[in-house]
Structures are given as C-alpha cells and as structure tokens.
C-alpha cells in the first residue's frame, strides 16, 4: 500500500502551519513558505504520492513567490487583478458603488 497525499490533508497541514505562523505578535509566513517548498519538492520527488493534487511545479513557484513576498496579499491580488488590495477595493468602490463583499451580505 502506498501512501497517497490528499486536498485534504494538505489543506490541514497548510492550516497548521498558519497557526503556527500567527503565534506571536507580528504574523509572519515562515512556516508555510517552508510547508510548500516542501510540498513542490515531494510533488518533484515522488509524483505518485502527489496524484490526487493538481498542482504544478509553475503553480507551487507562484505560491511561494506570493507567500515570501513583504506583502503577500497584495502579491496574490496583484497576480490575479493586476492591483493592489487597496487599488481592487477602490476599483470595485467605484464600478459597484460599495465592496462587492458588502453586497452579498445585503442581498
């Protein structure tokens, strides 16, 4: 029998290591940084284990580039939107009137 990685389970390890990056007063992102380098390396490594995962070597880069960066908020808005955080929120202020999210809450 061989051991099989699940979504599952990774999402439960990335949870843990969030926790354990939030400990303190100061969140830093350390621990998941380290969790999906070492996630991409055993994807690398051992593919079978990976199967059910479907995430890519470009995707784990893009991940990690995201999560190292000062801000990685930004960095993931910024790589979906082409906006900052704050820009995305002034452009959906100003397109929808309101936060998007504030709308579905009222609706």
């Not at 354990?20 to 051992?46: A, P, S, T, V």
């Not at 990976?50 to 960095?75: E, G, H, T, V």
């Amino acid at each position: 029998m061989t051991f099989n990685y699940t979504k599952e389970m990774m999402w439960q390890e990335f949870e843990d290591a969030t926790k354990k990056d939030q400990k303190g007063k100061k969140e830093k992102y350390d621990n998941r940084i380290k969790f999906l380098k070492e996630m991409k390396e055993l994807k690398k490594d051992n593919p079978s284990v990976m199967r059910d995962i479907s995430i890519n070597q470009k995707q784990f880069n893009n991940l990690i580039n995201c999560w190292s960066a000062p801000n990685p908020r930004d960095a993931f808005y910024m790589s979906v939107f082409g906006r900052t955080y704050a820009d995305q929120k002034a452009h959906e202020i100003k397109l929808y009137g309101t936060e998007k999210d504030e709308q579905k809450q009222g609706a």
